[in-house]
């Protein structure tokens, strides 16, 4: 079983930034993909990013590419979204998940899913 907890959301203020982290535990899953994704009120969830555990490769939703960075440090086992130029239709809860599956924008191939963090952007 794999445990994943996100931190790092708040309300940040349109134009601003924002890390999630994501914190693994459990067991080892070395050869997984980690995501990001989002669900707005009312809204289905989206893919934001997600990067490879194995060769550190990266993708990104369209929407968002040019304002997220997505990192992991194996040795914390944890994986990290950098957000800037935040607008207010940002705003939703953030998962992390994680598959093994590669880096597909798909949320029903993902095994492990956190909690979830959320982010409010204010205008």
């Known amino acids: 079983q794999v445990q994943l907890v996100e931190s790092g959301g708040g309300v940040v203020q349109a134009g601003g930034s924002l890390t999630l982290s994501c914190a693994a535990s459990?067991?080892?899953?070395?050869?997984?993909?980690v995501g990001w994704f989002r669900q707005a009120p009312g809204k289905e969830r989206e893919f934001v990013a997600a990067?490879?555990?194995?060769?550190?490769?990266?993708r990104y939703a369209e929407s968002m590419k040019g304002r997220l960075t997505i990192s992991l440090d194996n040795i914390k086992n944890s994986v990290y979204l950098q957000m800037k130029s935040l607008k207010p239709e940002d705003t939703a809860v953030y998962y992390c998940?994680?598959?093994?599956?590669?880096?597909?924008?798909?949320?029903?191939?993902?095994?492990?899913w956190g909690q979830g963090t959320q982010v409010t952007v204010s205008s």
């Open positions: 459990g067991r080892t899953f070395s050869s997984y993909a």
């Open positions: 990067i490879s555990r194995t060769d550190g490769r990266t």
């Open positions: 998940a994680a598959t093994p599956g590669g880096l597909v924008p798909y949320d029903a191939l993902y095994r492990y």
